[in-house]
C-alpha cells in the first residue's frame, strides 16, 4: 500500500506515470512456454527439459523497465489430468487466467493442433483479454504457414483482440524481444506490482528445487521423470560464503529409490552435480549440493501429501 501511495503522489508531481499487468502463457504441454518465460526476462527462473509436463506451477516472472513492468506467469501444459497432480496443474491454469491482462497462446508449428490445442483453443477463445497467439519452433517447422492457418481456425469467433507471431523461442533473442515490446504496449497504466530489481516470487528454496527436479527429469527414463518430486529442506551459508543446500527427491514406490539412486550412487551424483553447476552459475558462489531419496507412495494420487510437496 505504501508502495502505491508513494506512486501516486509522484503522477500527481508530474512524473511520467508506469505501466504494469500480468501476462498468462499458456499452451499444451512440451511447446515452449518455459523457455519463451526465460528468454522473456532474460534470467532462468522455470525448468527446462526436452520431458512434457515439466512445469507443474505457476512461476511468475517479472520483467521490468523505467516507466513499465510485465509479470509473466508461465503456466503447467494444459492436458487430461490422470490424478491429482494432473488436477492441480490444470487449476493453475485456469487460476492464471482468471485475473490476467494478456494472454500468450504457445503452440508448436511442428504439428498441426492436437486435442489439447484444442481443449486451450476453447479456454482463450472466450476469454475477453487481449491474446496474442505465438507459433513457436518455426525454425524446425516443416510447413509453418500451414499450421498458422490451423491454430488460427481453432479461435474462429473470438471477438476480443488479438495477433499471431511466428518465433523459435530459443535462437530467435529479436524476434523474443520484439514480441515482449509489443505486449509492453498492451499494459494498463498501473504502479509496479513489485519491486525493481526482482526476476521472480519463487523463493529461492523452491526455485533451487525445481532446478534439481529439471536435472531429474532429464536423466530418468520412462515414466519415472513424473513420480519423482523435489524439495529443500535446508540452505545455509557458512562463513567463506558457501550455501549449503540439502534437498530430498521424492519418489511413489520403494522400488524407484534404487533407480533414482543407480549403481553405486551414479545416477544421484550425476543429477546432483548437474544441478550444483547450474546453481552455482546462478549464484555466483560455491554450492554444496545434498541429495537425498525419500519414498512418499503414491504422492501423485493424495491430495495431502500434494500439499505436503507445494502443490496448493
Given at each position: 500500500?505504501?508502495?502505491?501511495?508513494?506512486?501516486?503522489?509522484?503522477?500527481?508531481?508530474?512524473?511520467?506515470?508506469?505501466?504494469?499487468?500480468?501476462?498468462?502463457?499458456?499452451?499444451?504441454?512440451?511447446?515452449?512456454?518455459?523457455?519463451?518465460?526465460?528468454?522473456?526476462?532474460?534470467?532462468?527462473?522455470?525448468?527446462?527439459?526436452?520431458?512434457?509436463?515439466?512445469?507443474?506451477?505457476?512461476?511468475?516472472?517479472?520483467?521490468?523497465?523505467?516507466e513499465e513492468q510485465i509479470v509473466f506467469v508461465d503456466t503447467p501444459g494444459l492436458h487430461r489430468p490422470k490424478d491429482a497432480l494432473g488436477?492441480?496443474?490444470?487449476?493453475?491454469?485456469?487460476?492464471?487466467?482468471?485475473?490476467?491482462?494478456?494472454?500468450?497462446?504457445?503452440?508448436?508449428?511442428?504439428?498441426?493442433?492436437?486435442?489439447?490445442?484444442?481443449?486451450?483453443?476453447?479456454?482463450?477463445?472466450?476469454?475477453?483479454?487481449p491474446l496474442v497467439l505465438v507459433g513457436n519452433k518455426v525454425d524446425a517447422a516443416k510447413y509453418p504457414d500451414e499450421a498458422v492457418r490451423?491454430?488460427?481456425?481453432?479461435?474462429?469467433?473470438?471477438?476480443?483482440?488479438?495477433?499471431?507471431?511466428?518465433?523459435?523461442?530459443?535462437?530467435?533473442?529479436?524476434?523474443?524481444?520484439?514480441?515482449?515490446?509489443?505486449?509492453?504496449?498492451?499494459?494498463?497504466?498501473?504502479?509496479?506490482?513489485?519491486?525493481?530489481?526482482?526476476?521472480?516470487?519463487?523463493?529461492?528454496?523452491?526455485?533451487?528445487?525445481?532446478?534439481?527436479?529439471?536435472?531429474?527429469?532429464?536423466?530418468?527414463?520412462?515414466?519415472?521423470?513424473?513420480?519423482?518430486?523435489?524439495?529443500?529442506?535446508?540452505?545455509?551459508?557458512?562463513?567463506?560464503?558457501?550455501?549449503?543446500?540439502?534437498?530430498?527427491?521424492?519418489?511413489?514406490?520403494?522400488?524407484?529409490?534404487?533407480?533414482?539412486?543407480?549403481?553405486?550412487?551414479?545416477?544421484?551424483?550425476?543429477?546432483?552435480?548437474?544441478?550444483?553447476?547450474?546453481?552455482?552459475?546462478?549464484?555466483?558462489?560455491?554450492?554444496?549440493?545434498?541429495?537425498?531419496?525419500?519414498?512418499?507412495?503414491?504422492?501423485?494420487?493424495?491430495?495431502?501429501?500434494?500439499?505436503?510437496?507445494?502443490?496448493?
Amino acid at each position: 500500500m505504501t508502495d502505491s501511495l508513494q506512486h501516486l503522489d509522484s503522477n500527481e508531481q508530474g512524473a511520467p506515470s508506469t505501466r504494469a499487468g500480468f501476462v498468462a502463457i499458456v499452451g499444451k504441454p512440451n511447446v515452449g512456454k518455459s523457455t519463451l518465460l526465460n528468454n522473456f526476462l532474460g534470467v532462468k527462473v522455470a525448468p527446462i527439459s526436452p520431458k512434457p509436463q515439466t512445469s507443474r506451477r505457476g512461476v511468475r516472472g517479472i520483467f521490468t523497465t523505467d516507466e513499465e513492468q510485465i509479470v509473466f506467469v508461465d503456466t503447467p501444459g494444459l492436458h487430461r489430468p490422470k490424478d491429482a497432480l494432473g488436477k492441480y496443474m490444470n487449476d493453475e491454469v485456469h487460476s492464471a487466467l482468471a485475473d490476467v491482462d494478456v494472454i500468450v497462446w504457445v503452440v508448436d508449428l511442428r504439428h498441426p493442433p492436437t486435442d489439447e490445442d484444442e481443449l486451450v483453443a476453447r479456454i482463450v477463445r472466450d476469454a475477453p483479454k487481449p491474446l496474442v497467439l505465438v507459433g513457436n519452433k518455426v525454425d524446425a517447422a516443416k510447413y509453418p504457414d500451414e499450421a498458422v492457418r490451423l491454430y488460427t481456425n481453432l479461435l474462429e469467433g473470438r471477438t476480443g483482440e488479438w495477433q499471431s507471431v511466428v518465433l523459435s523461442a530459443q535462437k530467435d533473442p529479436a524476434a523474443v524481444a520484439a514480441l515482449r515490446a509489443s505486449i509492453l504496449a498492451l499494459l494498463p497504466e498501473n504502479p509496479f506490482f513489485y519491486p525493481v530489481g526482482s526476476a521472480s516470487d519463487q523463493t529461492r528454496e523452491v526455485w533451487a528445487a525445481e532446478l534439481v527436479r529439471e536435472e531429474a527429469m532429464k536423466k530418468l527414463r520412462e515414466e519415472l521423470p513424473y513420480a519423482v518430486a523435489t524439495r529443500v529442506t535446508s540452505w545455509t551459508e557458512r562463513e567463506d560464503g558457501l550455501q549449503r543446500i540439502e534437498a530430498e527427491l521424492v519418489v511413489e514406490k520403494a522400488s524407484h529409490k534404487g533407480i533414482v539412486i543407480g549403481k553405486g550412487g551414479a545416477q544421484l551424483k550425476e543429477i546432483g552435480q548437474a544441478a550444483r553447476k547450474q546453481l552455482e552459475v546462478f549464484l555466483s558462489q560455491k554450492v554444496f549440493l545434498g541429495l537425498e531419496v525419500i519414498v512418499i507412495h503414491d504422492w501423485r494420487k493424495d491430495p495431502e501429501a500434494l500439499r505436503e510437496l507445494g502443490y496448493e
